[in-house]
């Protein structure tokens, strides 16, 4: 059913340019990112290979073979010029997508980093693993720049502040750390979540941290208190992926079915100030990533299928209308 979901969805994209589009490649995506300022679109598929289009056109432009198909997870920087992967051997590799080569084998975790994130600026990477364990990393030199252990529970999602102070952690046991990412030091916990997120994304101001998880509800923090400030409820599935738009003004969600990652689920895009979910798009499988490009008119996401797909932010599906007030 997922297949057919996927090429349906594909079809209609092709067919009607304003409602969304779909760019195929030969294996099933899963991590997407704008280049280039956003005239490119690049793609990680399950087997190790980068696929990169012209995100106006679809046109393909390169193909890319990471060589290594036991990578445990990956994470592009913010521009998308770079990509970490990590292995099954607990170590990280860096890799320049401008030239196609590594540029950085980073080691230390003694199990496989499940979580990784670059800082704004795209200099440093943390990465959490099933070592129980929080590293942060100099991109260019591949020092390690500090190491921590998390305690009981495992890190299910970081993110770093805009201004690259702060670390946030997500983890197995519910609680959220907050790290100075200068120091290294846990700097507050909070223990006010009765289930695990799986998502993470500050705004763009760095007001506001958007936590969303096992509850299906994404819940917004103050940063100066680090509060909850506002719940709100819709995504009909666990929740996978959060992003900001660029101007601070949108949301967009990704879900996981909760019953197999294969199953279909679906992305949301929400404005914040009215709590209005302005559209939902049934997706094929998880969510496992989803994006804004840079000038905030377009979303792109992977849900392991042969295809990265877009949809204009401005567009209402036909299938699904705007919802009201789905906030509280």
């Not at 860096?94 to 080691?107: A, C, E, K, M």
């Amino acid at each position: 059913m997922g297949s057919l979901l996927s090429a349906l969805l594909v079809a209609t994209m092709a067919q009607n340019p304003a409602e969304g589009r779909g760019f195929r490649a030969e294996a099933d995506i899963a991590t997407v990112s704008f280049m280039a300022g956003g005239s490119l679109l690049a793609g990680v598929a399950v087997d190790g290979s980068v696929s990169i289009w012209d995100a106006g056109t679809g046109t393909p432009k390169r193909t890319l073979d990471l060589k290594r198909k036991d990578y445990r997870s990956r994470v592009f920087s913010r521009d998308g010029n770079r990509l970490a992967i990590s292995l099954q051997d607990g170590s990280i590799q860096i890799w320049d997508l401008n030239t196609g080569g590594v540029t950085r084998q980073l080691t230390g975790h003694t199990r496989p980093a499940g979580v990784m994130v670059f800082s704004g600026n795209g200099a440093r990477l943390a990465s959490g693993a099933d070592d129980h364990t929080i590293r942060l990393w100099d991109v260019e030199t591949g020092a390690l720049r500090w190491a921590a252990e998390i305690g009981v529970g495992e890190p299910w999602a970081l993110a770093f502040s805009p201004d690259g102070e702060t670390l946030v952690v997500a983890s197995s046991d519910t609680n959220l750390g907050i790290w100075s990412s200068r120091t290294g030091k846990l700097l507050r916990t909070i223990t006010d979540m009765t289930l695990s997120s799986f998502a993470l994304a500050f705004s763009p101001d760095g007001k506001l941290l958007a936590s969303g998880g096992a509850d299906k509800v994404i819940y917004l923090r103050d940063t100066s208190r680090w509060s909850v400030v506002r719940k709100f409820t819709g995504q009909p599935e666990l929740i996978s992926q959060l992003a900001f738009s660029p101007d601070g003004r949108m949301l967009l969600s990704g879900g996981w079915n909760e019953k197999a990652a294969m199953l279909p689920s679906h992305v949301q895009l929400r404005d914040l100030s009215s709590g209005e979910i302005l559209w939902t798009l049934p997706t094929a499988h998880t969510v496992v990533s989803a994006v804004f490009s840079p000038d905030g008119r377009t979303v792109a996401y992977g849900d392991l299928e042969k295809a990265v797909k877009l949809r204009s932010v401005a567009s209402v599906p036909p299938e699904v209308s705007a919802t009201p007030q789905a906030g509280r």
